[in-house]
């Protein structure tokens, strides 16, 4: 009729986890009651399309399918160029579904005017993040919109990972 420990770890074996079948249901389709994974980490955030990255601090949870990403990084040597602004090395690939699409909070920029940034994104199987623009124009951020001095940037995205 229940389980104590009064020191040390309970261990389940790859693949098994906590089943809360016995639980009620909400008003949605679930497909597992099953919770299999957690995690805690650090991870390197990186800038796939030209610059340099220092990572201040970025840090990652991961609760079963769902991955909690926070990064504070300055960028630097940013190239003049129209390829899209990515920050990449995510701890896990976002979702394969199709049309996936997963949001973040972008929390501080520094002495630079974000005020055309959408939030942060991360798509369909990718382990990076970008932006879209906040001023009519859907067109995804350019490098080319941030060069310059350093850029210091804070954020965090949530996103389902396979």
Known sequence: NGLTLTDGDVTLASGHGLNFAATGDGSGTDSSELFEDYEEGTWTPTLPNGGTASNNHSSYVKIGKMVYAYVYLTMGS????????????????????????????????????????LQPLVSTGNSYLYFHRNDGNSAAIKNSDVDGANRYFIMSVAYRTD
């Open 78 to 117: 940013m190239p003049n160029d129209s390829l899209r602004l990515s920050i990449g090395g995510l701890p896990y690939a976002c979702n394969s579904t199709s049309d996936y699409y997963a949001g973040g909070t972008l929390g501080y920029t520094g002495d630079y005017n974000s005020s055309i940034f």
